[in-house]
């Protein structure tokens, strides 16, 4: 399996941005997925996740209320919504999935990685 990861860029805090991650292989619909983000200097840590049927979910807590993750298994496509972004949420962010359809949020639970997209936030 391979993740793609798109959509960072250079937003204003308080401004709205979606991440994609395009995901090749048939089982996607079978993958718990995630996203993980990682600042400079700091270590990659947990954002999001989503159950393989998208009916669980799970947020770091200083994203609750601001990013959704979602996903369309038709279009092997998860998607992170984030809304109202501050400075703290520049970061490199990544995608991951899990062979394991629940969601989760630790990083060694994850089987398989994308290359990560920055966003920068400038406050």
């Known amino acids: 399996v391979q993740l793609q990861a798109s959509g960072g860029g250079l937003v204003q805090a308080g401004d709205s941005l979606r991440l994609s991650c395009a995901a090749s292989?048939?089982?996607?619909?079978?993958?718990?997925m995630g996203w993980f983000r990682q600042a400079p200097g700091k270590e990659r840590g947990f954002v999001a996740s989503i159950s393989s049927s998208g009916g669980a979910t799970y947020y770091e807590d200083s994203v609750k209320g601001r990013f959704t993750i979602s996903r369309d298994n038709a279009r092997n496509t998860v998607y992170l919504q984030m809304n109202s972004v501050k400075h703290e949420d520049t970061a490199v962010y990544y995608c991951?999935?899990?062979?394991?359809?629940?969601?989760?949020?630790?990083?060694?639970?994850?089987?398989?990685w994308g290359q990560g997209t920055q966003v920068t936030v400038s406050s």
């Open positions: 991951a999935g899990r062979k394991y359809g629940g969601a989760y949020y630790l990083s060694n639970g994850y089987d398989y």
């Open positions: 292989g048939r089982t996607f619909s079978s993958y718990g």
